[in-house]
């Protein structure tokens, strides 16, 4: 916030400038009939106040002028200068067109993910999205933390994610999905009413530390709402009584180097896998992923499954293979016609 201010003060005072020596030189060429170099020179020389003498004599009115030119100029020289090298010194002209770049770089994201807040689940979420080769754009609203968004790389939008303009500025209406990592529930129920209010389609997963908070936000309209507490407990009950099981999902989820992934592909009308059934299909054999659960249009999940159920568009199948068998599975779900 306070970078914009200082941008737009900048541009008041060179506007400013531009129209005291605009009236400098014309006010001596039309008073003085001075030629356009000498109403230049003149009028420099009387804003800056270096004592350089007059380019030609002065009439009774121009002199006049002169002294309305200098009264008014010096305030405003001294206040242009000033105001210049503070900007110098404290590294606002590098923030303010660092920060012209990064606000044109986010207008151009499409379907890329904003995440309001950075703290260590923001943080590690903004990771797992980048890894994935996906934009991101963190809303935070913390001078220190910005630093650190900034110095990690991630395009960012300084301010409050509960408010209007500044989700629009990270570019929810062009945006795929919200994640709402604020540091209280409050927060992220009102971030998520105002995401959804300005993007009806957006999908939205916010955090709740209090489970009286989760149904608030699901009537906000979150899509999915994650209790941190909850899921490491649940996590950490897994990790003890089934390791095995919860080594092979950390693998399956998050290792990049492993030879197994589970991914979400999302059939499209007319494709090649529209209207067949699984066995028909035949996924397995020409693409070499299994297919573990698809869920409908209405979201309602099938698990494992049978032979005979029959893929239509806008199913979202959860597979697991490798990432060259996951991908020849995507090209089907989504390229009409070749078998």
């Known amino acids: 916030m306070r970078v914009a201010q200082t941008r737009v003060r900048l541009v008041l005072i060179l506007f400013l400038l531009a129209v005291l020596m605009s009236a400098g030189i014309i006010g001596y060429m039309v008073i003085e009939d001075w030629s356009l170099l000498d109403s230049i020179y003149m009028t420099v020389i009387s804003l800056t106040t270096v004592g350089y003498g007059e380019v030609h004599p002065l009439t009774p009115k121009g002199r006049v002028f002169t002294v309305f030119l200098l009264l008014t100029g010096l305030g405003l020289v001294s206040y242009s200068v000033s105001m210049l090298a503070q900007a ?6 590098k923030g303010i067109w660092g920060r012209k770049k990064m606000d044109k770089e986010i207008s151009k994201l ?10 260590r689940i923001g943080r590690t979420i903004a990771k797992a999205v980048q890894n994935r080769g996906l934009p991101v754009v963190i809303v935070e609203n913390d001078p220190e933390i910005q630093q650190e968004i900034e110095n990690d790389g991630y395009l960012y939008i300084p ?7 500044i989700l629009k500025q990270a570019g929810v209406e062009r945006a795929r999905g919200v994640i709402c990592v604020l540091p209280n529930d409050p927060k992220n ?19 709740a530390d209090d489970a009286n908070a989760e149904q608030k936000m699901v009537q906000a309209g ?15 009950a897994l990790a003890i009584l089934q390791p095995t099981v919860t080594e092979f999902l950390d693998l399956a989820v998050h290792a990049t180097g492993f030879n197994l992934q589970i991914e979400q592909i999302e059939i499209k009308e007319g494709s090649y896998l529209d209207g067949l059934s699984l066995q028909q299909a035949s996924i397995r054999q020409k693409t070499g992923a299994s297919v573990l659960a698809v869920q409908r249009e209405d979201k309602e999940m099938v698990v494992s499954p049978p032979p005979d159920f029959v893929l239509r568009a ?13 991908q020849s599975l995507k090209e089907y779900a989504t390229k009409p016609g070749s078998t």
Do not use: F, Q
């Open 222 to 236: 979150a899509d999915r709402v994650i209790s941190p507490y909850e899921i490491g407990a649940k996590r950490m």
């Open 110 to 119: 499409r379907n890329h993910y904003i995440i309001c807040g950075y703290g």
């Open 159 to 165: 301010g409050d994610a509960t408010h209007d303009e």
């Open 314 to 326: 806008r199913d979202i199948i959860v597979a697991l293979g490798s990432a060259k068998a996951l």
């Open 189 to 207: 129920v009102y971030a998520t009413l105002t995401a959804r209010s300005l993007n009806p389609g957006l999908i939205i997963v916010a955090r």
């Open 88 to 93: 110098a010194l404290e590294g606002h002209i």
